[in-house]
């Protein structure tokens, strides 16, 4: 006995003459496309999807695809090979319906930075906090880091090993008035976005209709995102800033700013941006298509609070420690491998 699937259900073939059987599959969730060059992912038609199939598998600098977010959009492309802008969570039923997850679990994550500039909400919400003008000239990525010139490359200028993403200025202002900007996306974890062409693929030829669920497993990777990306880049620009009197606003969407513990590890609230170091502007998405950007909240740390943060944790006591590490002693847990250090000759 052999299976095929039809739609999102699996179809067992049974003996000639014998009725075949539908078995319902297990409920699963996944993380899919929520946004894929700049369309809504759940109300797409088949055609159209498997065209954007074609689109993602085409090389990025040969195609003209523009990025609807982006101000320039009329001559900017989409950066990213596979195109996806975000991506949510997708519940699939026994009965093989595929839904939006509910609640929290079902908000987008903001896959490419891009994504931040829809409308220019984003810059005329920093400009008015931190600036008091909502209509800032906006500069990309400002060299901030200078390479030092070594023995090995005597007389060379050096090269600029850090950028700053956005600098935002008041027009007209002497001395310049201005705020550091970095946007945050998320990366995934787990299989390619590859892996969900077949079922989008069958969906067409078999003409079902609905959401196709997600071929591979993944997630947001907010570790690598927060404390491995975006944390060494607060420790090394922000100190800086900070001499020079000046704000790191940082822009990431309410899913990140959910799993981070910012609120938590924060010992005391700072209500004044002059007390703070890094202002966080965190967005939200609204559910339905086409997803429009808003503010969500605003959020100030210094940057030792910032660091916490994004570590998600407390340090231990000294006293819990130290219990730790007799644990592992031989002593007290003979199960623990021993590796012994010879005695130099």
Not at 118 to 133: A, P, S, T, V
Not at 199 to 219: C, D, K, T
Not at 260 to 270: D, F
Request: aromatic share 8%; charged share 25%.
């Amino acid at each position: 006995m052999s299976e095929l699937t039809i739609g999102e259900t699996k179809v067992a073939e049974a003996a000639p003459g014998k009725a075949r059987k539908t078995r319902k599959l297990k409920p699963a969730v996944r993380f899919g496309v929520a946004e894929w060059f700049g369309e809504s992912f759940e109300g797409l038609p088949p055609q159209r999807r498997v065209e954007l199939i074609q689109l993602a598998k085409t090389n990025r600098r040969g195609r003209n695809t523009l990025c609807p977010f982006h101000p320039e959009q009329e001559s900017l492309r989409c950066r990213k090979q596979t195109g996806v802008c975000t991506l949510r969570q997708y519940v699939r039923a026994a009965e093989g319906d595929v839904q939006i997850s509910q609640g929290k679990e079902g908000r987008l994550a903001t896959l490419c930075p891009e994504r931040f500039f829809q409308g220019g909400e984003i810059f005329r919400w920093i400009g008015e906090k931190l600036l008091n003008c909502a209509t800032p000239e906006i500069l990309n990525e400002i060299p901030f880091l200078e390479g030092v010139a070594t023995e090995n490359k005597p007389g060379e200028e050096s090269d600029s090993v850090g950028r700053i993403d956005n600098v935002l200025v008041v027009p007209d202002s002497d001395p310049l008035r201005w705020c550091a900007v970095e946007m945050q996306a998320v990366y995934h974890q787990g299989g390619a976005y590859s892996k969900d062409y077949p079922a989008m693929e069958s969906a067409l030829a078999n003409g079902a209709i609905g959401i196709p669920f997600p071929g591979a497993y993944r997630q947001p990777d907010y570790r690598s995102s927060g404390p491995k990306r975006l944390m060494p880049q607060l420790q090394v620009k922000v100190p800086s800033l900070r001499r020079w009197g000046k704000k790191m606003a940082v822009v990431i969407d309410e899913a990140f700013f959910g799993s981070l513990a910012l609120k938590e590890t924060q010992r005391q609230e700072i209500k004044s941006i002059s007390n703070s170091d890094v202002v966080w502007f965190v967005v939200g998405y609204e559910e339905k298509p086409p997803h429009k950007l808003y503010r969500k909240e605003v959020f100030l740390t210094t940057l030792e609070n910032a660091v916490e943060g994004l570590t998600a944790g407390v340090p231990t006591s000294l006293e819990e420690f130290e219990k730790r590490i007799k644990a592992k002693l031989p002593q007290e847990n003979p199960a623990v491998p021993l590796f012994p250090i010879e005695a130099p000759p």
